[in-house]
């Protein structure tokens, strides 16, 4: 994939921060369903959130 020519990043930061704050959106309103997790972490950080998240999923019964 050419950078370049990547229609989300070509459609300007208006587009990419209505995107953004439409996701949060939903988010907000689904929390059981969505797990919000900043990138701003080390990846090893985000590894573990995301497989914690996963864990209390199952735990709960929530994929069943």
């Known amino acids: 994939s050419n950078r370049a020519n990547d229609r ?9 921060k209505r995107v953004f704050d439409g996701y949060r ?8 369903r969505f797990s919000v997790i900043s990138g701003y ?3 090893k950080i985000i590894e573990k959130i995301i ?14």
Not at 8 to 16: C, D, F, R, W
Not at 51 to 64: A, E, T
């Open 8 to 16: 989300m990043e070509s459609a300007g930061i208006e587009l990419q």
């Open 41 to 43: 972490q080390e990846i």
């Open 25 to 32: 959106k939903v988010a907000a309103l689904e929390p059981e």
């Open 51 to 64: 497989w914690d998240i996963l864990k209390n999923k199952f735990q709960s019964g929530f994929f069943r």
